[in-house]
């Protein structure tokens, strides 16, 4: 028998609304066709690694380097663009309009 949780609660307190969220952060892929920066400097580096090991050289620190400006950059905002778009996709709503009905709606439950 797998693992079963049970949100039990008043009715209108959010358990269908906090279901619908980690639904959405687990399914949330990244859009990486929409990132727009960073590529630039990203590709740079990667032909530069590319040459060195074409002239038989491999470099840990040009590797390292190449890895944190992905996801410094690239993947980070990959990552926040894909969650932007599947909590407009689920609600209906801008994730900063998402957080004021939240807050609203917590407040007008108290």
Do not use: C
């Not at 859009?31 to 990667?46: N, P, Y």
């Not at 309009?97 to 939240?102: A, D, Q, S, T, W």
Request: proline content about 3%.
């Amino acid at each position: 028998m797998k693992p079963l949780t049970i949100f039990i609660g008043r009715n209108s307190v959010g358990k269908s609304f906090l279901l619908y969220l980690l639904w959405t952060l687990t399914s949330a892929e990244p859009a990486f066709e929409d990132v727009k920066s960073g590529w630039e400097i990203f590709t740079q580096i990667s032909e530069e690694i590319l040459k060195k090991i074409a002239e038989g050289v491999t470099s840990v620190e040009e590797f390292s380097r190449a890895v944190k400006v992905f996801h410094g950059t690239i993947f980070k905002e990959a990552v926040r663009l894909g969650l932007e778009e599947k909590l407009k996709y689920v609600f209906s709503e801008e994730p900063k309009r998402l957080i004021k009905v939240f807050q609203f709606y917590n407040r007008s439950s108290e």
